[in-house]
Nanobody, 121 residues
Framework: QVQLEESGGGLAQAGGSLRLSCGVS????????MGWYREAPGKQRELVAT???????TYADAVKGRFTISRDNAKNTVYLQMNKLKAEDTALYYC???????WGLGMPEYWGQGTQVTVSS
């Protein structure tokens, strides 16, 4: 069993900051790509940022220059530092990770339950 648990969401004012965390626990052999996605009311889930095991990062155009994704491989944890928040950043933010539970067992993806971020304008 693998669990992803997000934390750090909440209410922020426009222009403010929040930091999300997501820890992977359970039967973890190795964690590869990790990422953050978000889903706003009435919209499809969209990619926010991803980070590989070697810390190569990608960002959605809407968050470039404002959000920073990072990871701590020793803790199997990924972070999302969100600065200069805008009202349009309001969404449920999900953590995703590709996790191997043993040698040669593949790398299925796992998702967290989501953490709400609300930005007031």
């Amino acid at each position: 069993q693998v669990q992803l648990e997000e934390s750090g969401g909440g209410l922020a004012q426009a222009g403010g900051s929040l930091r999300l965390s997501c820890g992977v626990s359970g039967s973890v052999f190795r964690v590869e790509d990790m990422g953050w996605y978000r889903e706003a009311p009435g919209k499809q889930r969209e990619l926010v940022a991803t980070i590989t095991l070697s810390s190569h990062t990608t960002y959605a155009d809407a968050v470039k220059g404002r959000f920073t994704i990072s990871r701590d491989n020793a803790k199997n944890t990924v972070y999302l530092q969100m600065n200069k928040l805008k009202a349009e950043d309001t969404a449920l933010y999900y953590c995703r990770a590709e996790v191997a539970t043993g040698w040669g067992l593949g790398m299925p993806e796992y998702w967290g339950q989501g953490t709400q971020v609300t930005v007031s304008s």
